[in-house]
């Protein structure tokens, strides 16, 4: 589908990182992690148009895992918030609970997109 693992929040650095290094990083981690959510949106957006006409067991099955991305969009959003107004060592703590969080956003958006090819395939 849509979106997979970012680079960004799988390496870690090797030390401790300058306030500056910091900044950096955040801005890096908050800028694509908001433009994954954005391409997300539309491929969603797209699956939900083509899942329209399907039966009713069909569509509601999408709809449920649909409704999984948007939860977990939310959540993964409020971890971003979190991230960018941590400051020292809870910059570490909040960057991992970013990753956690993606990657959970990601699972829902692949499951969507396999109850919407499982729902055009019937």
Known sequence: MIIGTLEVLDSRPTGPLTPEAQDAARDEVTAQVL???K???RAMKSLKS???SLP???RA???AAAAEVAQRREVLRE???VMRASRG???STARSNVAVNY???VEATHRAAAAAAVSSNT
Request: charged residues 40%.
């Open 89 to 91: 060592d809870e910059w």
């Open 103 to 105: 990657n959970s956003y």
């Open 39 to 41: 391409l997300t949106d």
């Open 61 to 63: 099955q999408f709809q």
């Open 79 to 81: 971890s971003l918030r």
């Open 56 to 58: 009713e067991d069909n």
């Open 35 to 37: 433009e994954r959510i």
């Open 50 to 52: 083509q899942t329209r």
